[in-house]
């Protein structure tokens, strides 16, 4: 049972949009940052979003974060096929002094 | 570029001390939080846990009784410990940079049998 809570997986066609939730608690999501991975399969997990909505050198716009509360979310927009794998949300949990992660989403591209 | 490399047994019995290390080449391991997170195949990650050179050190709080993480700066190497492993510990097991992690290992598979 993981900390924070994602949903199982999402889908959407080619070039649509899609966003994945994240939801937590006010010992982590509510007051630390929120960073978001994208693992493809048989691959180290990639840093796409980190501070909440801010994106490392390379990754395209087409992703974005945002946080409200104690809840996070992934935006992907113009989506290909590329973007098929499992993506993770996580952060700081100050009650646990321990980092905790989601319990990741599959998304599909139709 | 930081690139980190993680190596140990593949293969560990139940009961035994699971030790990996992680060698960081492209940068010190003086500065930065530097963390270990497994994933067991099919499922999500698992935060294990990090260290700041300062002597920061914190844990997962349900691995915390048999985790220890160290560090030996002179070979600019990290290292995990974990005690009385079982099979739930089979894992991918990979060492990363930050508090954010932003920089991965490629990860090596550690399976629990006898």
């Known amino acids: 049972q993981s900390v924070l809570t994602q949903p199982p997986s999402v889908s959407a066609a080619p070039g649509q949009k899609v966003t994945i939730s994240c939801s937590g608690s006010?010992?982590?999501?509510?007051?630390?940052?929120v960073f978001w991975y994208q693992q493809l399969p048989g691959t180290a997990p990639k840093l796409l979003i980190y501070d909440s909505n801010t994106r490392p050198s390379g990754i395209p716009d087409r992703f974005s974060g945002s946080k409200s509360g104690t809840s996070a979310t992934l935006g992907i927009t113009g989506l290909q096929t590329g973007d098929e794998a499992d993506y993770y949300c996580?952060?700081?949990?100050?009650?646990?002094?321990?980092?905790?992660f989601g319990g990741g989403t599959k998304l599909t591209v139709l | 570029q930081v690139q980190l490399q993680e190596s140990g047994p593949g293969l560990v019995k139940p009961s035994e001390t699971l030790s990996l290390t992680c060698t960081v080449s492209g940068g010190s391991i003086s500065s930065y939080y530097w963390s270990w997170i497994r994933q067991p195949p099919g499922k999500g990650l698992e935060w294990i846990g990090h260290?700041?050179?300062?002597?920061?050190?914190n844990y997962n709080p349900s691995l915390k009784s048999r985790v220890t993480i160290s560090v030996d700066t002179s070979k600019n190497q990290f290292s995990l410990k974990l005690s009385s492993v079982a099979a739930a510990d089979t894992a991918v097991y990979y060492c990363a940079r930050g508090l954010t992690p932003s920089y991965w290992g490629q990860g090596t598979l550690v399976t629990v049998s006898s």
């Open positions: 996580g952060t700081w949990d100050s009650s646990l002094s321990a980092g905790v």
């Open positions: 006010s010992s982590n999501i509510g007051n630390n940052y």
């Open positions: 260290f700041y050179n300062s002597g920061i050190t």
